[in-house]
Each structure stands twice: as C-alpha cells, then as structure tokens.
C-alpha cells in the first residue's frame, strides 16, 4: 500500500524515465544502486540481517584515534604505550579491558569524513549527512523503524541515552523519533499521571476539545510532530515493559562491573533495552575532545569507556546476544598527529571506529592508516558505508530509497555501499 | 497594572505568594529550585525540565534545540513542574480567588495566553468542570496546548 501511496508523490519524472527504462530497455538506471539491487535473496551475504539490536556508543568530542585504536611510532606517538591485545592487532595502554575482548572486535582504521566542526560533524556521523538547507536527515534507528516495522509493541524502536531526541526521525514521521533517557540511572520518569489515570483521561479529552481550533488552523510540521510527541508519550505511559528502564532490577555486581558513571550504567541499560526489543540505542560519552592536557584528560575518561565497552560486550557474549547485537563505536572525528602544545585539534580525514558482533569479523582490522595516521592509506571508509554496513547487517532493504517530504530520494548512507569484507 | 508590572520585576506582593512568574515561595521545600532559568547555574543536570526542554549541554557550541520529543511530552504532562504549577502556582492562587466560573476560566487563559477565553472554549471548560475537572485539569490543558507551545 505504501508502495501505491508514493506513486501519487511528486518525484515521479524520475521514476517515469526510470520505469520507462526498466521496461522498454531491460535497463536499470541509477547505477549507484545497481550493486545490491541485483542482488537476490540467495545472493545475499549470510550477514544480511544478522543484527537485530544495534547499539550506538557515540564519543562525543572526537577520540583520538592514533591515542586509542590506532597506535603510531615516532612524531605521531602519543604519551600513551602499544600493548598487545587478544587478537593480532594492538592497542594503547589506556584501553587494557578492551585489548582483551578484542579478539570479538572489528576496527575500521581508515575512517574518511570531511567536517572538522563539532556539532554538524556530529550529525553527519548519525546521518551520514551534511547538514544542508532546511532537510533533516534520520539515523539509523529511525531508518530502521522505516523499513523494518516498530521492533516491540509496547517500547519504542529507538531510544538515546545521555543525550536529547534531536538528530533523530530527521524527515521520516515524528513517531520514529528516539526516546531520550536523560540519566539511565533514573530511568524512564515521569510516565505516572498526576492524580490517577482517570483524571489523566479526562484531562487529555478536555485538551485535545480545547485546542483542536488551534491544530487545524496551524496545520504545520511543527505541530504535527507535537502531536505525534503527545500521541507516543500517552502510549508509553500504558506500556507493560516499563520495568526495562528500570536499572534496579540488575544485580549490585551487574551494575558496578559496568562502573558508577553515566556512560556505563548507560550501555547497561542499553543491554536491558535491546533484550526487551528495542531495536537501536545510543549512548553517548562526553568529553572526548582533548585540546588541552591530552594526557590527562585521556586518564580519566577512557577507564570508562573502557570498563563499560568490556562488560558490555562479555555481558552480551554470556546471554548469547552478541551474534543478534551489532555495537558501534562511533565519534565524530579523530585528532591531528601533530601536537598543539599539550593537546591535538580535530582531524576528520583520518580516523577510527569500531564494530563487534551482529556477524561481523571478530579480530579484525579494516583500512590501514599512513606511518604518520594523517591520511587513510588502504581501503577507505566513508561515513556513508560505514552506514551502508550497519544497516545491510540489520536487514534494511537500503537499495529502496526513501522519499522525503519535498520529494527526493534519499537512501541509507547517502547511497553508498556496504562493505561487505567487515562481516564474517 | 500595578501586578502586571511587579510580575515583570519578578517582585510579587507577599500576600500574593512570593517571588517568580508562576511560582509561590509558600512551599519551602523546592524553594531553592523555583528560580528563573537565568539565574540558574548552567547547564542543569540532564534530567533538569530545561535540559529536557532543549537546554545546551554545553559540552560543544550552539547546541541548544527547540525540537520537542517523548521525554519533553512526558514532562509536560506528569513532571513535577506541572504538578507544582497544578497546585502551588501564583496563577492557581489568583484564579482561586476568583468567585465565579468563568472569572476563573478567563484568569487562567489571560496568564497561559495572554488572551480572553472564546465563548466557545468558556462553554468547554464549564462543561468539563461539570464532569469532575477541576482548575488544576484546566491549566494542565493550556499548557499542554499547542497553543501555549506555539504562539510565543
């Protein structure tokens, strides 16, 4: 039906000329599509589909990734060691808890962005946008809830912690937006009625009487999506599963292995949601960006991520979920080679990022950075792909674009391909 | 006047309830809460209503927003603000000292709206209160309105 009901859109010049191809030629037009579009059901990689949860860590600031994942000799060379891992590659020595779950871990090395600015780098890296005019582009949860349905009945299909519900359904319905968890120690709030739920009933039926003049007259965008805000909210409020929320009902040990900070307590939370069936979470882990004081600042905020990113994936491994969870490290951009007195600045032509689980390569690394980690030196990866990769392993039918409401096609990725060497 | 001008000096007669737009100093026990967001420390936590409301983290620049979202529609509609506003707030106070109905109806769209209440909407609000609703339900209604949200 819906298929029928995009018929009647705007875009159909395109469409016509393509159609008209398809028909009269055999041909299929739009060749940045014509890779997985011939692909058939048998043709399939066997990850297509894999991952059924996604979850999203996203350091914010920028990880500096010749600090981190992509250790570098010489000038480069942070204050930090190379240590060993439990696959063939290394790591620096602030990450020891990850270097020993890396053999379930794939690194991508070779990371490409253009945007050196925090906030639009940001949103390219959710959207695999740039941000441009007046579109809103989705991330991947909202793309998920577009071609794969609502993932539970009673929990959204997106949710995001330690961050606001911006940068999210983009120009998809307003019911694809995340749910914002502002403190996973705390949970959902606010979801009982004051007073009852009769009297929430009558209030509601009074509301929508009093200010159904004003919904008609001022029919826009804005409205809408409140609506739809209102219309998620009173339904979330009914929902059985609320207990996912709730990190209490986790053991003392449970909660302190992920450590007592927002971020670890976040990716636990992450771990009840997506058991529940939410299909994508993010967390997200300020304080990445070190242009002052590298060193320090690098001591104190990557124990965390640390401790946090092991439990999660041991804990994902021991109740058999890591196969059906694909988790992301994400950030916005990595940090230049060069010092700039005690810190390094942005530097989104080079960077790294992480995937483990959801049928991707286990003790692996893809891309390969120069001597210096300035330039990416072999197989570069796109925000777009990397995209492109994370929504074919979660099943989305990504060679199907989507129309936004002004009439364009828009795809996962911005089009872009899969790569399809990340998955096992 | 004279009250419209000390609500704008943030400056509310004692008998009226105390200081601030909305709220009453009456209850001590938020009474360290109820500021305006001006002069609150920034950012506030990350469950803070104005955080939830679209304030900056202030972790990057120019990262406020006005989108709405779930959280802020929960907040709206069952937070701890709405329930003090329901029944602490100066406007509740002043409208319960009005001695009829529709004094009370037009009180409460003058301090959400800025505007008199339509006959229609009195008729609406008078039936409501005939099913139960109380003033509390009434001011809940405004501001959760898309009106209240919408037209600044």
């Known amino acids: 039906m819906k298929q029928i009901l995009d018929k009647l859109d705007t875009s159909t010049r395109r469409r016509f000329v393509e159609r008209c191809a398809a028909a009269s030629l055999g041909l299929s037009i739009l060749p940045g599509n014509s890779f997985v579009s011939a692909q058939t059901r048998e043709q399939r990689h066997p990850a297509f589909g894999k991952a059924k949860h996604v979850i999203w860590l996203m350091l914010s600031g920028g990880l500096s990734h010749i600090d981190s994942l992509d250790p570098k000799k010489g000038k480069s060379k942070g204050p930090a060691k190379p240590i060993r891992t439990s696959a063939s590659f290394q790591v620096t020595d602030y990450f020891p808890r990850f270097a020993s779950v890396a053999d379930r871990l794939c690194v991508i090395r070779s990371m490409e962005a253009k945007i050196g600015v925090h906030k639009p780098a940001q949103y390219f890296m959710r959207t695999a946008f740039e941000p441009r005019g007046t579109i809103v582009h989705p991330t991947l949860g909202a793309w998920g809830s577009h071609y794969l349905g609502r993932s539970s009945d009673h929990l959204p299909s997106s949710v995001c912690v330690n961050r606001r519900s911006d940068q999210g359904n983009g120009f998809f319905s307003s019911s694809y937006a995340p749910l914002a968890i502002g403190d996973p120690t705390q949970g959902i709030s606010d979801v009982e009625s004051i007073g009852g739920r009769a009297a929430a009933r009558k209030r509601v039926a009074l509301l929508n009487e009093l200010d159904s003049g004003f919904r008609t007259r001022f029919n826009d965008k804005g409205v809408a999506a409140y609506n739809g805000f209102y219309d998620d909210a009173l339904a979330l409020m009914k929902s059985k599963d609320l207990e996912a929320f709730d990190l209490s009902k986790e053991t003392s040990q449970q909660r302190s292995a992920y450590g007592d900070h927002s971020f670890g307590q976040g990716c636990l939370l992450a771990r009840r949601l997506v058991e529940s069936g939410v299909r994508f979470v993010e967390v997200k882990h300020d304080g990445w960006d070190h242009h002052k004081a590298l060193a320090d600042e690098m001591s104190d905020v990557a124990p965390v991520f640390d401790q946090a990113f092991s439990a999660l994936i041991k804990d994902l491994e021991q109740r058999g979920m890591l196969e059906s969870t694909l988790v992301v490290v994400a950030t916005e951009f990595g940090r230049k080679p060069n010092f700039d007195g005690d810190g390094r600045s942005h530097h989104p032509i080079c960077f790294s990022t992480v995937l483990a689980g959801g049928g991707v390569k286990e003790g692996f690394v893809y891309g390969k950075s120069d001597d210096a980690g300035y330039y990416v030196d072999e197989n570069p990866v796109s925000v777009g792909s990397f995209h492109s990769s994370i929504a074919y392993a979660a099943g989305m039918e990504i060679t199907q674009p989507a129309i936004s409401p002004s009439g364009r096609p828009m795809s996962v990725g911005d089009g872009e391909q899969p790569i399809l060497e990340l998955f096992a | ?152």
Not at chain 2, 31 to 42: D, F, G, K, N, V
Not at chain 2, 85 to 93: H, N
Not at chain 2, 116 to 143: H, K, M, N, V, Y
């Open chain 2, 1 to 152: 006047m004279a009250f419209a001008d000390s609500l704008l000096d943030g400056k509310v007669p004692s008998d009226q309830g105390g200081r601030g737009l909305f709220m009453s100093s009456t209850r001590t026990r938020r009474a360290e809460t109820w500021l305006r967001a001006s002069e609150l420390p920034q950012p506030m936590p990350p469950t803070h209503f104005l955080r939830i409301a679209g304030q900056s983290a202030r972790e990057v620049a120019d990262d406020g927003s006005t989108e709405g979202g779930i959280t802020e529609s929960l907040a709206m509609m069952n937070g701890e603000v709405m329930e003090e506003l329901m029944t602490d707030s100066l406007a509740m106070k002043l409208a319960q000292r009005e001695s009829n109905r529709s004094d009370q109806i037009s009180l409460l769209y003058r301090s959400c709206f800025s505007r008199e209440p339509l006959d229609t909407e009195t008729q609406q609000c008078l039936r409501a209160f005939s099913q139960e609703i109380e003033l509390g339900d009434i001011l809940w209604a405004l501001l959760n309105s898309r009106e209240f949200m919408f037209i600044q």
